[in-house]
Each structure stands twice: as structure tokens, then as C-alpha cells.
């Protein structure tokens, strides 16, 4: 039987045939970011990219934390997708445009992280402890909220004309940012808007405290079944 080593970087496949062989079991990338694997793609300081790089810094790893970054690769996709991430300094930003894309084996793994992701398969914590635990509900399982369930879900949040900006289906995130897309009834106000996208375009674009938007999906209904992805979110971005 062929051994595989476990390298300081290891890409996706190198990951994932040692996990495979620690577990007995097959590892896919997908399977590898929904134990929490948390993935890295080093970046050289470039002019285009200058807003990821403190003074001095000239290379490090950008982290893949955004949810829907890590869906794009769980989905698949050949290439890494960053439209929003950590820069050099540790602090959130997002990332002009349509983002940075990178081909596929730019990703990578830390040593540390997969030991730990494996200590943790292994030692799993006792059942009272987790059991509290929301589950993550991930957007591809919801499909979004209409217009006026939106402006009444984060009325009062901030000093932002909300309601004109959804009326013009403009996006906060890239093209279309936080809208998902028209659903079946057609009409003027057809789109459907992806809530915790869109809570985090309101506070990053438009200065929306972070505080009222937790407290918008901690106290409204229509934000529920929101909840856990807002949560996770916060969580992978340290929030």
C-alpha cells in the first residue's frame, strides 16, 4: 500500500488521499470543507489586488471563508472563487468586482489544520456537547426572500434607502450580488434576495451596524430559517 505524506501545503488531492488513508474512508474536496477544512490560496502582491497587502507584506494566504466561495468549490467548479476573504492584516474585506478567481490547484491546506480536522474525527466531542448545535442550513436549500419580506425583515437597520435599491435589482455583491434570482410569479417585483448576502453588503458597502443586523436575524420571523447561515457565516469570519 502506498503511503502518502502529509506536506506542510498540501493541495486538495494530497489532502485528500491522506485523509483517506488516516480514515479508511474516501475524502473529497466537498467532503473536506463540510468536516470544516479550511482552505488557503497563496497570492503574490500585485497592483490589482494592492487592498490585500499591508505595508511589507508580499505574499501570504488568503483564506477561503465566505460560504459561498466554499460551495462554489464543494459544487465542483474548476477554478477558486474569492469575493470576500481575510487580507494580510486578518481583517474581512471584500474583494472588487467579480472577485479573484484562481485555477484549482492554487488551493491548499495547512499541516496544522488537517491534524487538527483529523484529531477531531477521531475524538470526536460527546454527543451533550453538540447537541445544541443549530444545523447549517446552506442557501442552495433555501431560495430566497421577496421584495417586501425583505424591507420588513430589516426595517430600521440603517440609514439606507433599501427599498429603492431592491426595486432596481441592482446587487450589493458584484452584478447580482445578493439577488438570486426572479421567482415564478414574473412581475416588476419578481426577484428573490438572499438575506444574509445581503445583510453583509449592508454593512461592509453601506455601514450598517453589524449589531442591528444581528439582532434582525436573532429577533425577525421571516429571518428563521436564516438564521444558521448567518451564524455560520459569523463564524467563519470571526465576526
Keep these: 500500500m502506498t ?8 493541495t486538495a488531492l494530497e489532502a485528500c488521499a491522506w485523509l483517506a488513508e488516516q480514515t479508511g474512508s474516501p475524502w473529497t474536496l466537498a467532503r473536506l ?15 490589482a489586488w494592492a487592498e490585500l497587502f499591508h505595508d511589507g507584506v ?25 469575493r470576500f476573504t481575510r487580507d494580510s492584516g ?15 490547484d492554487g488551493l491548499h491546506f495547512q499541516e496544522r489544520d488537517l491534524l487538527r480536522l483529523l484529531k477531531e474525527l477521531r475524538h470526536p466531542q460527546p454527543a451533550e456537547e453538540t447537541a445544541e448545535k443549530a444545523p447549517v442550513v446552506l442557501p ?5 426572500l421577496g421584495r417586501e419580506q425583505i ?31 426572479k421567482n415564478s410569479r414574473g412581475g416588476k417585483n419578481s426577484h428573490l434576495w438572499h438575506p444574509v448576502t445581503l445583510a453583509f453588503g449592508l454593512h461592509d458597502v453601506h455601514r450598517v451596524p453589524m449589531a442591528h443586523l444581528k439582532k434582525a436575524f436573532a429577533t425577525q420571523p421571516l429571518l428563521r430559517e436564516w ?5 455560520e457565516s459569523l463564524r467563519l469570519l470571526g465576526e
Design 151 to 181: 424591507l420588513m425583515a430589516f426595517a430600521g437597520v440603517g440609514k439606507v434607502d433599501l427599498d429603492q435599491g431592491l426595486a432596481s435589482g441592482v446587487g450589493i455583491f458584484g452584478d447580482d450580488g445578493a439577488r438570486v434570482r
Design 90 to 104: 486578518n481583517l474581512p474585506i471584500e474583494l472588487k468586482g467579480q472577485g479573484l478567481r484562481v485555477p484549482l
Design 3 to 10: 503511503s502518502h505524506p502529509l506536506p506542510y501545503r498540501a
Design 227 to 231: 438564521k444558521a447561515d448567518w451564524l
Design 140 to 144: 442552495s436549500a433555501l431560495k430566497g
Design 58 to 82: 508580499m505574499r501570504y494566504a488568503a483564506p477561503v471563508v465566505f460560504i459561498e466561495d466554499k460551495q462554489h468549490l464543494a459544487s465542483g467548479a474548476g477554478d477558486v472563487w474569492l
Design 33 to 47: 470543507l463540510e468536516q470544516g477544512g479550511l482552505p488557503f490560496v497563496w497570492l503574490d502582491c500585485s497592483e
